[in-house]
């Protein structure tokens, strides 16, 4: 085990440069902080400090030693009003896991009942749906949501509803939304630069399937994990894309785009999974109830 004591003493002759220097700030012999330095190169192996002039100077295993102390004593600084502020100011907090590929436009909107709760901590973790079912069973988040339930599997103890079904709509930037490409929807994105979700992703092989049944073969230019990251390069001029229409009231927050097609035909499924533990959260409960009740469950 470190002792972080001996490391304390190391940092402080290195921040001041020399024993002596240290031996003053702490108030205590220059003897009994060499000894204590000294317990500590034993410890970790190696040199930490070598003479210079009349004071001190780092070896390369010091360089190292004293960077991670300096990040280890600067949070111990702050552990002190961090603590005070959590015992005065209670925090709502609320993590939340995101599968890769779902519209982020889409989980803003379904968030939203929550996002005005007074001291709230929001947490958002993007990724694979088992990585953030293996964070969910540990109690590292409160909900994930994904688009597709949770696998069957009684060792997780999970629970799993679908929140919604989303019509998926067409969008693009000015330059590529054309009343003569919405007359000719869905043909036109053989044309038009098109851009999609990657092939992992539920929505994607939704719509994979609805091309094939139309027999279409789309102008694919990009394919993104990220469906807020795809809806920038839209925004930009890159191509048109398919929205969730849960999302697409928030589609103001990205400048210059316009609706191209509605397209009742695809929907994007959302799930909301959760633990025993999130299924009591106060939080958790306003977003269910919100999802249930509007017009896309």
Not at 47 to 75: D, M, N, S, Y
Not at 134 to 163: C, F, I, K, M, Y
Not at 169 to 183: E, I, M, T
Not at 187 to 214: A, I, K, M, Y
Request: glycine share 8%; net charge neutral; proline share 5%.
């Amino acid at each position: 085990m470190l002792n972080y004591r001996h490391l304390y003493y190391f940092w402080m002759v290195a921040k001041e440069g020399g024993f002596s220097r240290a031996a003053e700030r702490l108030d205590m012999a220059i003897q009994t902080i060499s000894a204590q330095v000294r317990e500590l190169e034993k410890n970790l192996g190696h040199q930490l400090l070598k003479p210079a002039g009349r004071g001190v100077a780092l070896t390369e295993a010091g360089e190292a030693a004293f960077a991670r102390a300096e990040e280890i004593f600067q949070i111990g600084h702050a552990l002190p009003q961090e603590v005070r502020a959590a015992a005065t100011k209670p925090v709502m907090r609320l993590a939340v896991g995101l599968s890769d590929g779902i519209s982020k436009l889409a989980v803003h909107t379904l968030l939203g009942p929550v996002l005005h709760t007074p001291d709230l901590r929001l947490t958002c973790h993007e990724g694979e749906v088992q990585e953030l079912l293996g964070e969910l069973a540990q109690h590292h988040l409160d909900l994930v949501l994904a688009g597709q339930g949770a696998p069957a599997n009684p060792n997780l103890r999970l629970t799993s509803d679908r929140l919604v079904s989303s019509p998926v709509d067409w969008y693009g930037p000015a330059k590529w939304v054309r009343k003569s490409d919405a007359r000719d929807f869905p043909r036109c994105l053989e044309r038009l630069p098109v851009l999609l979700p990657t092939g992992h992703s539920v929505l994607r092989q939704t719509l994979d399937r609805w091309f094939n049944e139309q027999g279409l073969y789309p102008n694919v230019v990009g394919e993104f994990e990220d469906s807020a990251l795809m809806s920038v390069f839209a925004a930009r001029g890159l191509g048109v894309f398919p929205l969730s229409r849960l999302g697409g009231g928030d589609i103001g927050l990205l400048r210059g785009l316009r609706p191209l097609a509605r397209c009742d035909e695809v929907h994007e499924e959302i799930h909301a999974i959760r633990n025993r533990r999130g299924q009591h959260h106060p939080l958790v409960q306003a977003v269910l109830l919100h999802a249930k009740t509007s017009v896309f469950s």
